[in-house]
């Protein structure tokens, strides 16, 4: 009881006056390293705090030349340096942070705030000054950095998708209103060709061979031909495939679009080989075998190869060059020509756009306009690269199989 009564008599009780050592007390207790500065800047206490942030005592900080700097990364101390200097001239600041030096080396972020000390009477009494570990926020504040980054970048992929689509919507509807329009002026063309068609092969045949200028008939019957091919290319901008699919060997079909340029291939003296690379079966399907529309895809290749042939030089080589994965084949078509410029590339599926304006009658730009919506219709991809001078490649991507139109065909 008596040992309660003089706990009870020292401690204070409300509204009596607070003695100076339990100031003092609140001070050694405090969680933060507090410090207080003469107006020199000497140092004058220092709490219990600073061992746990630094590993010193505050009897080895209070005997430092050099305190607080010493305490502090190498890397910060001339920063700080100047906030305590401006401590000691009065001024006043908040939370500034600096990397703590732990007697082992190792290091902590904290933040320190300081404010001149005065008396009753306004001298100047110092300044004091109190540490606070924010290690943990500047953790939490770099990962939120990193996140808001990564945000960042989501956003970025997301609005470049959106644009990609964008671009592509538009792609779409320039080329539905092409070929719808191609569509109509091909089914214009075609009944006034037939007739003339039909009425030339009637005067040829009647006509002796040692007419004068007999000779300009096979041009004429050229040039007929070649506009009925343009228009058959322009009927399939607009018309949906009327194809099935069905199982075939891709090789095969390779094999059978390199005899179908074989006669312009000798004709311009350019070599086309094949190379079939990591083939892999699929399910049910061969190494070399795909469900898809073997007529779409050898016209594909028909183009794309003879597009190729047309852009080589004599002596040089095209490569058709075949790989199947469990999901779909890649084949490139490469040639040695002259190549594309980097200012047009993207264009070359654009329709009636084309890179054979040199050589007059050789194309009116519908070829790879036709191909690209083929490839698109069966799910795939078709895009070129080239090196002006040098060569260009014609890569396509089709799945193996078309499962939407496999049942329906």
Request: glycine share 8%.
């Amino acid at each position: 009881m008596n040992s309660m009564k003089s706990a009870s008599k020292s401690t204070p009780q409300r509204g009596d006056p607070i003695p100076e050592r339990f100031f003092r007390m609140i001070g050694e207790f405090t969680f933060d390293w507090e410090s207080w500065f003469s107006c020199d800047g000497e140092v004058l206490w220092v709490n219990q705090a600073v061992e746990r942030f630094t590993g010193y005592t505050p009897r080895e900080c209070v005997a430092m030349a050099d305190y607080p700097l010493k305490l502090i990364a190498p890397e910060d101390r001339d920063r700080m340096a100047r906030c305590f200097e401006e401590g000691r001239t009065g001024s006043t600041a908040n939370n500034v942070e600096f990397r703590a030096l732990h007697r082992d080396q190792s290091q902590c972020w904290c933040a320190v705030s300081w404010q001149p000390m005065m008396d009753a009477t306004g001298r100047s009494l110092g300044f004091r000054a109190s540490v606070r570990d924010v290690s943990e926020k500047r953790q939490l504040r770099e990962q939120l950095r990193l996140h808001n980054e990564h945000l960042e970048q989501l956003v970025q992929e997301r609005t470049a998708q959106i644009a990609k689509l964008e671009k592509h919507r538009l792609q779409v509807e320039k080329l539905a209103a092409l070929g719808e329009l191609a569509a109509g002026v091909a089914h214009e063309i075609n009944n006034p060709l037939a007739g003339i068609r039909n009425a030339f092969a009637l005067l040829k045949r009647h006509l002796p061979q040692d007419v004068k200028h007999y000779d300009k008939l096979e041009l004429i019957d050229g040039e007929i031909e070649r506009i009925s091919g343009i228009t058959h290319q322009m009927y399939q901008l607009y018309r949906p495939s009327q194809q099935n699919v069905a199982p075939f060997s891709v090789r095969q079909a390779v094999a059978e679009v390199i005899a179908l340029t074989l006669p312009l291939s000798r004709k311009t003296n350019v070599e086309v080989v094949s190379e079939f690379q990591a083939l892999q079966p699929s399910g049910s399907l061969g190494d070399d075998e795909v469900i898809l529309r073997s007529g779409e895809v050898k016209q594909v290749l028909l183009n794309l190869v003879r597009n190729a042939i047309q852009a080589s030089q004599p002596g040089q080589q095209v490569t058709i060059i075949v790989s199947t994965d469990r999901d779909g084949v890649t084949i490139t078509v490469a040639d040695q020509g002259h190549g594309i410029a980097a200012s047009v590339i993207s264009k070359v599926f654009d329709p009636f756009f084309s890179t054979k304006t040199e050589a007059i009658g050789q194309g009116m730009g519908l070829g790879l306009s036709v191909s690209h919506g083929i490839v698109e219709a069966m799910e795939g991809t078709i895009n070129a690269t080239s090196t002006p001078g040098e060569d260009t490649k014609f890569t396509v991507r089709l799945p193996r199989r078309l499962q939407s139109l496999e049942k329906g065909g």
